[in-house]
Every structure is written in C-alpha cells, then in structure tokens.
C-alpha cells in the first residue's frame, strides 16, 4: 500500500526554488526539482504561484548567448567575458545557497 505524505516546505525554500528555476531558461522543471529533491509537479505548482502572485518575474526565452563581433578592443572583449562570469558566479552561488536549505531542511538540523 502506498501512503501519500504531503510536506510542507518554508516559504523561504519555495522562494529559492522559483528563483533557480526561473535563473536559467535551459534547465527543465524536472532537473531543477530533481537537484532539490521535490517532484516536478510541486516546483511546477510553485512558480505558477508566484508568477500569479506577482513575486517571480516571466522566465527569460531560452536562446544563444551574444557573439562579440566586429572591432571591439581587447578590454571591451574582456570586459563582457568578465560581466559573464560575474553572472555565472551568482548563479552557482544561488544554487549552492539553495541546496545547502534544502539539506539542511531534510536533515532536520538548525544549528548549520
């Protein structure tokens, strides 16, 4: 016999998970809930939410990355691979901040 158990997650990881999901428009709602541990459907549920809410913004189209082109010197060039890593920086340290909740809220341990 299979039992249901319905969680109840914070507000503040619900938040995180939209804003993961929504950061990057090449990831899937199945990648994103299977790095965070929850189904599809429930992350699915809570971006709806939010956009209906008004707290999370549209998700950007997924497409290509801008190609640098024509004369632009060495520092321009080097300025926006430096703007791109930037962003990717936060990227990765929003998804670090959000698993490290989501290990921290399964473990069930406070004092992290």
């Known amino acids: 016999m299979f039992l249901m158990?319905?969680?109840?997650?914070?507000e503040e990881f619900k938040a995180d998970a939209v804003a993961l999901f929504l950061s990057d428009p090449a990831k899937t709602y199945k990648q994103v809930a299977d790095?965070?541990?929850?189904?599809?459907?429930?992350?699915?549920?809570?971006?709806i939410d939010a956009q209906e809410k008004g707290t999370a913004?549209?998700?950007p189209k997924p497409g290509r990355k801008?190609?640098?082109?024509?004369?632009?010197?060495s520092d321009d060039v080097l300025e926006e691979?430096?703007?791109?890593?930037?962003?990717?920086?936060?990227?990765l340290e929003l998804e670090r901040d959000?698993?490290?909740k989501a290990a921290?809220?399964?473990a069930g341990e406070t004092n992290w």
Not at 35 to 47: K, N, P
Not at 81 to 88: I, S, V
């Open 5 to 10: 158990v319905r969680k109840n997650y914070p």
């Open 81 to 91: 691979e430096n703007q791109q890593l930037k962003a990717r920086v936060r990227e």
């Open 57 to 59: 913004s549209a998700r």
């Open 35 to 47: 790095d965070l541990g929850i189904h599809r459907a429930t992350l699915r549920l809570w971006v």
């Open 98 to 100: 959000i698993l490290r």
């Open 104 to 106: 921290k809220f399964f």
């Open 66 to 73: 801008p190609v640098l082109r024509g004369n632009l010197s």
